[in-house]
Structures are given as structure tokens and as C-alpha cells.
């Protein structure tokens, strides 16, 4: 099902490798098309091939930060939270952390926003201003957690590299 979504085909998505973890699932390394040397993709499937977990990486130097951000990065972010984040979990923390993600612009980039919403989109969700600002690199880590997800953007180092994880774990 995966490979025939949308977010697989658009992204041009191949594998690049899989091992089998001690947890009992298969980590399955893929790559874009596009772009290839910026990031990284794993998902995590159980024995009945369903998506238990799946993480993107995104280097920093890449993706932007507050000043200017690439709408590349926020165009594949979206979509990998959009496709792995279940639409019966959160529908409204869900739909305004993608449509803001995907508007996010830095201060140096101009833009003229149509509607009132992009001007000040920050004060009408506020629930996102955390993740938001681990997306421009302004802050560390952001998690939201339900019984049956956990959600977390982090700014880290891995392999002498400034990167962002966005990670989305099912638990059930």
C-alpha cells in the first residue's frame, strides 16, 4: 500500500537497503529522487508489512532555518506526516501542523500572503509554534504523544552532520 501512495510516487522513492532489528521489525532505508544527498528515509514494518514507525532525515544546512527556509523541505516534510500521522489521531493538531509547515517562510523571504491566515497563522494554531520553531532550527526537540502515537522534531548531530528528525512511532 505504501509504495503505491502518492507520497512514495511523487517523491520517487527507492530502496536502498532493509535489515531485519531485534525488535522484531524491518528497517527499510529509502531514498528520493531528488535531492538524494539531503536526505534520508526510513520506515519500520512488522511482520503483516504495516508502518509501525518511520523517520526523516533532513540536513539543516538544506532545509533553511528562521531566515530562509526551502520549500523542498517542507514540501517532503509535510507529506511524510501527512501519509504516516493517522488521520483518526489529532484531525485538527494533524491538518494545521501540515498546512503550516508547508506555508512556513523565513525573514528574509518575501512573500505576499493572500489571506489574513498566512500573516498570522502562529496565533491561530499555537499547538504547532513548537514544532515550527524546531523546523527553523530556533529550538531543540518537540513531542506530542496520544496512547497510540508519539510525534517528535528534533534538531540533532548524526555523523558529523546538523540534521532534523521527524519521527512518528505507532504504538499500537
Known amino acids: ?88 489521531l489529532l484531525p485538527d493538531f494533524k491538518k494545521h501542523l501540515i498546512h503550516y509547515l508547508f506555508n512556513l517562510r523565513g525573514n528574509n523571504q518575501v512573500y505576499i500572503p493572500l489571506h489574513k491566515a498566512f500573516q498570522e497563522f502562529e496565533d491561530a494554531a499555537p499547538e504547532t509554534i513548537p514544532f515550527l520553531d524546531v523546523y527553523r532550527g530556533e529550538k531543540k526537540k518537540s513531542t506530542k504523544s496520544t496512547e497510540s502515537l508519539i510525534l517528535s522534531m528534533e534538531n540533532i548531530l548524526s555523523e558529523d552532520k546538523a540534521r532534523l528528525l521527524i519521527e512518528i512511532n505507532l504504538k499500537n
Open 1 to 88: 500500500m505504501f509504495k503505491k501512495s502518492e507520497f512514495f510516487e511523487f517523491f520517487n522513492l527507492t530502496e536502498k537497503g532493509s535489515a531485519e532489528l531485534d525488535s522484531g521489525l524491518r528497517e527499510v532505508h529509502l531514498k528520493t529522487g531528488g535531492f538524494q544527498e539531503h536526505i534520508d528515509l526510513f520506515i519500520y514494518l512488522n511482520k503483516k508489512e504495516e508502518i509501525k514507525k518511520g523517520r526523516l532525515f533532513l540536513d539543516r544546512e538544506w532545509i533553511g532555518d528562521i531566515n530562509s527556509i526551502n520549500p523542498f523541505g517542507t514540501d517532503i516534510s509535510k507529506s511524510f506526516i501527512d501519509i504516516l500521522f493517522p488521520n483518526s
